[in-house]
């Protein structure tokens, strides 16, 4: 009696394996970097992701001739950015079409190879520091939060900034507090 149910058991952990191996997501990739924000000896962890969406591309999809699988071009991605210790700092999610203008405009098959050099690109952050940020009236196509006189109040206190690209035309800048605590700062848009 314990040899069949060792024997099921080992049947239902194999068909579980076997299941779940069918059902990978050929556009699950991920990057990963490091850097300095929040702090002088601070690490943090900056994280690009892709994963497919709930639609295959073909009939029926915004992608409908976009080819096969395994076709990533309805993709979604996130990048993220954490603190060594876990705690989250910032992050944007959005579907692969509108974070990489090329894949969004040609919709054309994106292969997992394709989603691997895009990620490798958007992980690559940009450091700085507010007093980089333009100024309210510089003619830039901005927004924020924060009203002029706490803007310019941020910009001058130089705060650790980090900022990535949402797409090929928004860039959005955070800044890191004197507490190490990250706030979204700016988007500047380019036409």
Same mark, same amino acid.
């Given at each position: ?7 099921? $058991? ?11 191996? %069918?059902? @990978?997501?050929?556009?699950?990739? #991920? ?16 994280? +690009? ?6 639609? &295959? ?6 992608? =409908?001739? @976009?080819? &096969? +699988? ?21 992050? /944007?999610? $959005? ?7 090329? %894949?969004?405009?040609?919709? =054309?098959? &994106? ?20 007093? =980089?940020?333009? =100024?309210?009236? #510089? ?17 001058? %206190?130089? /705060?650790?900034?980090?900022?990535? $690209?949402?797409? #090929? ?6 800044? %890191? ?5 990250? &706030? ?8």
């Amino acid at each position: 009696m314990i040899k069949s149910l060792l024997a099921s $058991a080992a049947f239902m952990t194999l068909a579980s394996a076997t299941a779940f191996a %069918a059902d @990978a997501d050929p556009c699950a990739v #991920s990057r990963t970097a490091t850097v300095t924000f929040t702090g002088k000896a601070a690490t943090d962890i900056v994280t +690009a992701r892709a994963f497919s969406g709930p639609v &295959q591309p073909g009939a029926g999809s915004i992608a =409908e001739n @976009a080819g &096969q +699988a395994p076709n990533c071009i309805l993709a979604t991605v996130a990048l993220t950015i954490h603190k060594a210790d876990g705690s989250f700092l910032g992050g /944007y999610i $959005a579907p692969l079409a509108r974070a990489n203008y090329d %894949a969004g405009h040609m919709m =054309e098959p &994106q292969s997992p190879e394709a989603i691997g050099k895009f990620l490798d690109e958007w992980v690559k952050v940009t450091l700085s520091t507010t007093a =980089e940020a333009p =100024e309210r009236d #510089s003619g830039a196509t901005f927004t924020t939060t924060f009203d002029d006189e706490t803007y310019k109040a941020i910009r001058a %206190a130089k /705060y650790p900034m980090l900022c990535y $690209a949402e797409d #090929s035309l928004s860039l959005t800048c955070l800044f %890191a507090d004197a507490d190490g605590y990250a &706030q979204p700062y700016y988007t500047l848009t380019t036409d």
